[in-house]
């Protein structure tokens, strides 16, 4: 398969480099004044902000600079910026203030224009500026980096700070299924995320490897355990040994009764107790990491349950206690949140073992001792919304200091996700029929085909795509439901539309070896790009810091999702008429060859931020 950047999702995108920027703004524009907090990670478009900052400040004393840029907005209506004369509360009338800014206006380099428009003042930028800055940087900083690295829209906000971060984290011996989906796509974006904002990032796999189910297991394991297929597949044997034995439990009440004595050896250290448990945890561990790998997802840590320390846990029961937090319910412990409106949370059993909650509580203590973390994330369903608070509550009144550096990043339901013939189903067989249906897709284009170098790999990519992109397209907190026919459309805003956008770009190369290589940035004739769709294409281009600042702090894929969608669609637009292949001007067909190149670099960039490894061929 060829790709970009196909490792992990850990190492796809890279931390933001803390040497100065290689791009800085061309001596002959004029100078503009620092915004304090925007170096070294100034964008094309804060340096315009600034310099419409300027403008407003020199004409509207006693506002500052600083306090103008502030309110800056990207325009309206195919207007490049706006800004809102209200917010200032300044002394006078709105009409009055916008025609002091109009008449001490002279057009330069920077700004093209200035309209007032009832409250708001809506900017133009100078065209050729704003295409050769931009161009510059994205060039600049995809392939002229001191970390060798595409740096493109990082930053370096969080440098210094560290964030662990616990997705997917599925249950050992229970399906992969689309709950876990769901946590693992919106984790690894996350995760990447807050490394391309400068972070240091731990991804922590919590899995559900403890509890009384494991009690359930040994008991099964003995009935109905093969070890032969325990070694071909451990997930998917432990699953059916699962089903039968609660089938038999519905049945014989003293199934769960001996389930339950079993766990209790296991939590006292009965070594007999605990070697088999210990097998499947291994086995099922290599089986999750050969599933992350197709995902292009890979974590740092592989936890769970089972390694929270008895010690942190008697730990918080004892302090809970003192502090007059616990009732005793029938020999339970019982933490009562009811002020709240958090209802009673169990933390402890009446036969003396822990329960989620408690085993959640000594975790977070375990980790903060261990990684000393700036924030931790943990990205778990709205479903589980109750538990969180619970969580996080009692956190806060064991009065733990750095308890307010957790945060719940939530999300809804996926529904109705099965097989096309609906049954019910493994992570695995979606990702494979999805892969067949794409490999049936691509064998109808024989010519595009051969020239494919893994096609079965390919076809998987585009269908891993699919699923990952149909997943962040909506708002996180929204539940959705599983679509086969848009999933797999290359119509619409779809995966395999994106991942057909970036090809097509890419084969812009392919189809005009005679342009190359291209001169150097400073030799390319950026003026020659003068059609409105592409200023369309270079704004966007400049907007991608943006996307990632917000993104970072709205935890939103959604507008990453958007962002690629809309570039997608701007190179759509301007493909039949901006052309390459056959225009006669060779300095603008480099001009033209170059600006989608650019764009090339930035598309994979978010794709990449979204863990979707971008195609060059398909």
């Known amino acids: ?147 060798k690295e595409p740096e493109y829209g990082t930053n370096t906000s969080g440098a210094g700070k560290r964030l662990v971060i616990e997705y997917s984290s599925p249950n050992i011996a229970k399906s992969f299924h689309v709950g876990h989906l769901r946590s693992t796509i919106i984790g690894a974006f996350l995760a990447n995320l807050y490394k391309a904002c400068g972070w240091e990032v731990i991804s922590m796999n919590y899995l559900g490897d403890w509890g009384t189910q494991f009690g359930l297991i040994a008991v099964g394991f003995e009935k109905y355990g093969s070890h032969e297929e325990l070694e071909k597949d451990a997930i998917k044997h432990l699953y059916n ?205 024989e010519d595009k085909y051969n020239a494919v170098e893994n096609p079965e790999e390919t076809a998987q990519e585009i269908g891993i795509t699919g699923i990952k992109i149909q997943d962040m397209a909506a708002k996180r907190i929204n539940n959705y439901t599983f679509n086969w026919e848009r999933m797999l459309s290359f119509e619409g805003d779809t995966g395999p539309y994106l991942q057909y956008a970036h090809v097509r770009v890419c084969s812009i190369t392919r189809k005009n070896p005679e342009l190359l290589p291209l001169p150097a940035p400073s030799e390319i004739k950026t003026e020659l790009l003068t059609e409105p769709s592409t200023r369309d294409i270079v704004f966007l281009l400049g907007s991608y810091p943006d996307v990632v600042k917000t993104a970072l702090r709205t935890h939103e894929p959604s507008g990453v999702v958007t962002f690629a969608f809309r570039l997608s669609h701007a190179i759509s637009s301007a493909w039949e008429s901006v052309i390459v292949k056959g225009e006669q001007d060779v300095e603008k067909a480099r001009a033209r060859m170059w600006m989608y190149l650019c764009a090339r670099d930035v598309l994979g960039a978010a794709m990449r931020l979204l863990s979707v490894k971008p195609l060059e061929r398909m």
């Open 1 to 147: 398969m060829s790709t970009e950047a196909a490792g992990s999702s850990s190492a796809t995108v890279p931390a933001h480099a803390t040497t100065p920027s290689p791009f800085s703004i061309p001596s002959e524009l004029p100078p503009l004044p620092h915004i304090p907090g925007t170096e070294p990670d100034r964008s094309v478009l804060d340096s315009f902000r600034t310099a419409i900052a300027k403008i407003v400040a020199e004409a509207l004393p006693p506002l500052t600079v600083e306090q103008v840029y502030t309110g800056v907005d990207y325009g309206k209506k195919g207007v490049d910026f706006t800004v809102a004369i209200p917010r200032f509360r300044l002394p006078g009338k709105v009409d009055e203030l916008a025609a002091k800014v109009l008449n001490k206006f002279q057009p330069d380099e920077w700004i093209e224009s200035v309209v007032h428009d009832k409250a708001f003042l809506h900017f133009t930028v100078r065209t050729s500026t704003l295409v050769r800055l931009v161009l510059n940087q994205v060039h600049a900083l995809t392939h002229d980096t001191p970390s």
């Open 241 to 445: 040994i699962y089903v039968k034995i609660n089938a038999d439990a519905e049945q014989d009440p003293e199934v769960k009764a001996e389930a339950a004595r079993w766990f209790k050896r296991m939590e006292e250290g009965d070594e007999a107790a605990l070697s088999n448990w210990r097998v499947w945890r291994a086995l099922s561990v290599r089986k999750y990491e050969e599933e992350y790998a197709r995902l292009n997802v890979k974590f740092d840590v592989y936890t769970g349950e089972s390694e929270v320390t008895k010690e942190s846990q008697d730990v918080a029961l004892k302090r809970l206690e003192e502090m007059g937090l616990i009732d005793d319910h029938e020999g339970a412990k019982l933490v009562n949140l009811e002020k709240y409106k958090l209802a009673k949370a169990v933390v402890r059993k009446r036969d003396g073992t822990s329960i989620y909650l408690t085993r959640d509580i000594g975790g977070a203590m375990d980790r903060y001792q261990k990684y000393n973390f700036d924030k931790m994330i943990y990205v778990v369903s709205s479903q589980q919304d109750l538990h969180m608070a619970q969580f996080l509550k009692v956190l806060q009144l064991l009065e733990l200091p750095w308890a307010n550096r957790l945060e719940h990043v939530n999300y809804g339901l996926v529904l109705g996700m099965s097989t096309r013939k609906g049954t019910a189903v493994f992570l695995d067989q979606i990702i494979k029929e999805a892969a067949s249906v794409m490999h049936d897709q691509m064998r109808k284009n």
